[in-house]
């Protein structure tokens, strides 16, 4: 088991960093929104102490049953395709993550949110609001009920198409772990032009898209993707090493 | 240059799968998982992340309270009016209300710890409701000062970035505290010391130019 023993005895766990090459920068000169919003320095590096090795439990009673079917708000039905998207929420190490809170939101079928600044001229679904919640069982497992969101115009540059995504917010157990990341569908023809995809290096983009799944699909309703998310893990394992985020 | 395309080197060793975990039956490196790459939260993150209880890390009325109010800027001198700020902390006697602190989970009344607050209230300010931390150690023989974790969340932003509150009262405790002693500069302190206010603290977050705030890699 690898962390740190603080010099009053405190064993705290240490959360490996993914390497550069497999993380998302936090600016990306396409994506032109983080020329002046990206940090221009170099971060200072925070040993992971206690308020970093721990985090807020938030539990389900921030959540109601009906939270993890998006297909069905204010009494009716949502247009577009059903799909069933589901996985597991695990750390790299590959432990799951039980009871922890997924939210998610996404665009209508006709790839418009439901927000005061989405001026794109698809209509709105009256029974579709876009945001879901789940918690994860004891075997990190999540899943919830949706349409599938379509692609939207952004203005980035011309003719610039996000691809279908849903955006997936997910604490662990430690300030260290905390995720805020988009879901991809499999074979998206716009990811090519897509500089928030892009942004992803090359080698980790397909952590980012989920996989068809026949054998959940549901016969004569819904479609099925399955998408492992990872969060840092705490190299809790026999096999340690000292170096930190030079592993893949 | 003449490249010669028979000249091909003799392999250095035994073909290895790419996947590297799998192939050989042995690990060579620790079993790990890649990590799901983070994306920006978009414009449109108050349809997902809003909480009504989001701004109060403690109950309302609970005695002590503080506001912490700011604002982010970015490089052009802007207000960022769709960020969106996160915090996590210790309580006032420096315990965390979470199982993972190897010390036991804390329970304070009325505290939480945790805030999630959006910069969109007018005129483009944050503000969370909490008590002020307590002193914790630092794993080196000390304490650190009190401090506050945040994560900033904004379009623009294809990650979280993080940085910490400090309290511009509390000199002597600042002054012991390894991490801020670690930076390069008073300039840079000041960047993470909220100052007090009528009811609180206030504190704003640059996020380019000349004042841009000392962000954490964690």
């Given at each position: 088991m690898t962390?740190?023993?603080?010099?009053?005895?405190?064993?705290?766990?240490?959360?490996?960093?993914?390497?550069?090459?497999?993380?998302?920068?936090?600016?990306?000169?396409?994506?032109?929104?983080?020329?002046?919003?990206?940090?221009?320095?170099?971060?200072?590096?925070?040993?992971?102490?206690?308020?970093e090795?721990t985090?807020?439990?938030?539990?389900?009673?921030?959540?109601?049953?009906?939270?993890?079917?998006?297909?069905?708000?204010?009494?009716?039905?949502?247009?577009?395709?059903?799909?069933?998207?589901?996985?597991?929420?695990?750390?790299?190490?590959g432990?799951?993550?039980?009871?922890a809170?997924?939210?998610?939101?996404?665009?209508?079928?006709?790839g418009r949110?439901?927000?005061?600044?989405?001026?794109?001229?698809?209509?709105?679904?009256?029974?579709?609001d876009?945001?879901?919640?789940?918690?994860?069982?004891?075997?990190?497992?999540?899943?919830?009920?949706?349409?599938?969101?379509?692609?939207y115009?952004?203005?980035n540059?011309?003719?610039?198409?996000?691809?279908?995504?849903?955006?997936?917010?997910?604490?662990?157990?430690?300030?260290?772990?905390?995720?805020?990341?988009?879901?991809?569908?499999?074979?998206?023809?716009?990811?090519?032009?897509?500089?928030?995809?892009?942004?992803?290096?090359?080698?980790?983009?397909?952590?980012?898209?989920?996989?068809?799944?026949?054998?959940?699909?549901?016969?004569?309703w819904a479609?099925?993707?399955?998408?492992?998310?990872?969060?840092?893990?705490?190299?809790?394992?026999?096999?340690?090493?000292e170096?930190?985020?030079?592993?893949? | 240059?003449t490249?010669?395309?028979?000249?091909?080197?003799?392999?250095?060793?035994?073909?290895?799968?790419?996947?590297?975990?799998?192939?050989?039956?042995?690990l060579t490196?620790?079993?790990?998982?890649?990590?799901?790459?983070s994306?920006?939260?978009?414009?449109?993150?108050?349809?997902?992340?809003?909480?009504p209880?989001?701004?109060w890390?403690a109950?309302?009325?609970?005695?002590?309270?503080?506001?912490?109010?700011?604002?982010?800027?970015?490089g052009?001198?802007?207000?960022?009016?769709?960020?969106?700020?996160e915090?996590?902390?210790?309580?006032?006697e420096?315990?965390?209300a979470?199982?993972?602190?190897?010390?036991?989970?804390?329970v304070?009344?009325?505290?939480?710890?945790?805030s999630?607050?959006?910069?969109?209230?007018?005129?483009?300010?944050?503000?969370?409701f909490?008590?002020?931390?307590?002193?914790?150690?630092?794993?080196?023989g000390g304490?650190q000062?009190?401090?506050?974790?945040?994560?900033?969340?904004?379009?623009?932003?294809?990650?979280?970035?993080v940085?910490?509150?400090y309290?511009?009262?509390?000199?002597?405790?600042?002054?012991?505290?390894?991490?801020?002693?670690?930076?390069?500069?008073?300039?840079?302190?000041?960047?993470?010391?909220?100052?007090?206010?009528?009811?609180?603290?206030?504190?704003?977050?640059?996020?380019?130019?000349?004042?841009?705030?000392?962000?954490?890699?964690?």
């Amino acid at each position: 088991m690898t962390g740190t023993t603080t010099a009053s005895g405190l064993h705290l766990p240490r959360y490996h960093r993914e390497a550069p090459e497999l993380r998302t920068p936090v600016g990306f000169p396409d994506y032109k929104s983080t020329a002046l919003r990206a940090p221009l320095r170099t971060p200072v590096d925070l040993p992971q102490r206690l308020t970093e090795i721990t985090g807020p439990v938030l539990g389900e009673d921030r959540v109601k049953p009906e939270d993890a079917d998006l297909t069905l708000r204010r009494g009716g039905e949502a247009v577009g395709q059903r799909i069933l998207v589901y996985g597991r929420v695990l750390d790299s190490d590959g432990r799951p993550v039980p009871d922890a809170l997924v939210e998610v939101w996404q665009a209508n079928a006709g790839g418009r949110y439901r927000h005061a600044v989405d001026s794109f001229p698809a209509p709105l679904d009256p029974h579709f609001d876009g945001l879901g919640r789940v918690i994860t069982d004891s075997l990190g497992r999540y899943e919830f009920m949706t349409i599938k969101p379509g692609a939207y115009p952004w203005g980035n540059h011309h003719n610039a198409w996000r691809p279908a995504h849903i955006h997936f917010s997910l604490f662990g157990r430690a300030f260290t772990q905390r995720l805020v990341t988009q879901m991809y569908f499999p074979d998206d023809p716009l990811f090519g032009q897509d500089p928030i995809f892009n942004a992803i290096p090359v080698a980790a983009r397909h952590r980012a898209i989920s996989r068809y799944d026949l054998s959940r699909t549901q016969d004569n309703w819904a479609l099925a993707f399955e998408w492992d998310i990872v969060l840092r893990g705490s190299d809790q394992t026999p096999f340690e090493t000292e170096d930190d985020g030079d592993i893949a | 240059m003449t490249v010669n395309p028979l000249d091909v080197p003799d392999a250095t060793g035994p073909y290895q799968p790419r996947s590297g975990q799998r192939g050989t039956g042995f690990l060579t490196e620790p079993f790990r998982l890649g990590v799901t790459p983070s994306a920006t939260v978009g414009p449109y993150l108050a349809i997902g992340l809003t909480w009504p209880d989001g701004a109060w890390a403690a109950a309302e009325g609970t005695e002590g309270g503080i506001w912490i109010r700011g604002r982010v800027y970015d490089g052009a001198g802007d207000l960022v009016p769709d960020a969106m700020l996160e915090t996590w902390q210790a309580d006032p006697e420096g315990g965390l209300a979470s199982p993972e602190d190897p010390r036991g989970a804390s329970v304070y009344p009325g505290f939480r710890g945790y805030s999630r607050v959006p910069t969109v209230e007018p005129p483009g300010e944050f503000a969370l409701f909490t008590l002020k931390p307590g002193r914790l150690p630092d794993g080196e023989g000390g304490l650190q000062a009190p401090h506050i974790d945040v994560s900033l969340f904004a379009r623009g932003l294809l990650d979280r970035v993080v940085t910490r509150i400090y309290f511009a009262d509390e000199a002597d405790a600042n002054a012991e505290d390894v991490v801020l002693q670690s930076l390069p500069s008073d300039e840079a302190r000041q960047t993470l010391l909220a100052t007090p206010t009528d009811d609180g603290y206030r504190l704003d977050f640059y996020l380019q130019g000349d004042r841009e705030t000392v962000f954490f890699a964690v």
